[in-house]
């Protein structure tokens, strides 16, 4: 095994595809990291301020692990629908993020739906790629959402892409609280 491959070092993992369980997978990943005494930051980009589950499991460890919403819920885009509101929220929170990742306070940092984000024009990929290529060498980061931009597929150390087989929804079974939400 070379040098490279046998480095203990910060991972930049990719959950992308038109498949469920990207955010899910995410967050299996980030309670696995806090159990092992890792802070842990989720920064969910387009998740509005309804309520989650997740958000009182991950309360029970403290300032540890924080999730924070940082959108108005679903947003509609192309052209003149892009609400310039959603824009600037997104800008915002590219700026919390970027700072969060680069300062070090972190040991996970993961950007939910940033790929949804970039896919929809509303942030360019190259800020995030460089901001990926600094940051300090033990921080770990996850992306979410469908269609990860190739610039950053090409920079991440782990690409895992889901697919839909079946789901539930064709069936007309809607979301069901614990399991979607």
Do not use: C
Not at 7 to 22: A, W
Not at 28 to 34: E, F, K, P, S
Not at 109 to 117: G, H, K, P, S
Not at 149 to 159: G, P, R, Y
């Amino acid at each position: 095994m070379n040098d490279e491959a046998s480095s203990k070092r910060g991972l930049i993992l990719i959950n992308t595809g038109p498949g469920k369980g990207k955010t899910t997978a995410a967050l299996g990943t980030a309670l696995r990291a806090a159990g092992n005494g890792m802070r842990v930051l989720v920064l969910q980009f387009l998740k509005g301020s309804w309520h989650h589950g997740e958000q009182d499991s991950i309360a029970t460890f403290g300032e540890d692990f924080q999730i924070k919403q940082l959108g108005r819920g679903f947003v509609k885009v192309g052209g003149a629908e892009t609400d310039p509101e959603d824009i600037r929220m997104v800008e915002e929170g590219w700026a919390q993020a970027r700072e969060a990742i680069l300062s070090g306070d972190w040991d996970l940092v993961v950007l939910d739906e940033i790929n949804y984000v970039i896919s929809y024009g509303m942030l360019a990929p190259e800020p995030v790629v460089e901001t990926l290529l600094q940051r300090p060498e033990m921080v770990h980061v996850i992306l979410t959402g469908r269609n990860a931009h190739k610039s950053l597929v090409e920079i991440a150390d782990t690409v895992t892409e889901m697919r839909e087989v079946k789901h539930a929804y064709q069936k007309g079974i809607l979301a069901q609280r614990g399991i979607e939400f």
